[in-house]
């Protein structure tokens, strides 16, 4: 094999190479905005499933835990209606896990968390909330949610 052979050789290899190089990134560069146009869907929907999740958890525990002074729907009973536009309107996702995970000390609405002698991890408090949050799209009007209980 002479020199010169050899860097012809090498010379259609590399064209080879460019050509290769410049198909792979033409198909980079018509991917790129499929990708860009199905990544923040993709989040989305994991996300939401997440929370479906969480709030399916939040239902049962609320069954176990909630129902008997607050109602099987939130429409409350001994406790104040949790169900309320209202109610779910001005409270935050951080306060309505506080409110359970500390209770309401000098009432019937005892602390839920471990942390303050409840049963409940925070995760599950979170869960219930997150259950008690899906509830705020079809709430009913209910301004006078607390009239349980002065
Ligand atoms: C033994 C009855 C009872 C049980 C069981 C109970 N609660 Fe309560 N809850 C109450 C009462 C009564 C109040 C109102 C206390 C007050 O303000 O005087 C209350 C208040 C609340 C509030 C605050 C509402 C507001 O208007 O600020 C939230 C939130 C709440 N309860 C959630 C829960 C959740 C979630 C569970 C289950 C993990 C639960 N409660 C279990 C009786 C109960």
Known sequence: ????????NLEESTNKWMIWGL????IMILIFPLYL?????????ALATQNENLAAEG?????Q?????????GEGGVGPALNSQ???????DAQISSLI????????????SVDYGGPLTSEQIRA???????????????????SCCG
């Not at 835990?65 to 729907?73: A, E, L, W, Y």
């Not at 995970?101 to 839920?112: E, R």
Request: glycine fraction near 4%; charged fraction near 20%; proline fraction near 7%.
């Open 37 to 45: 146009w199905l990544e923040p869907t993709t989040r989305a929907d």
């Open 65 to 73: 835990n909630c129902t008997s002074c607050h109602g099987p729907n």
């Open 86 to 92: 209202q109610f779910l309107a001005t409270t935050k």
């Open 128 to 146: 219930i909330t997150a259950h008690l949050r899906l509830w705020e799209e079809d709430a009913p009007d209910n301004p006078d949610w607390r």
């Open 59 to 63: 239902s049962d525990l609320f069954t």
């Open 101 to 112: 995970s500390v209770g309401i000390p000098g009432s019937l609405m005892a602390a839920y």
């Open 23 to 26: 198909v792979f990134m033409a």
């Open 1 to 8: 094999m002479s020199y010169h052979s050899y860097d012809e």
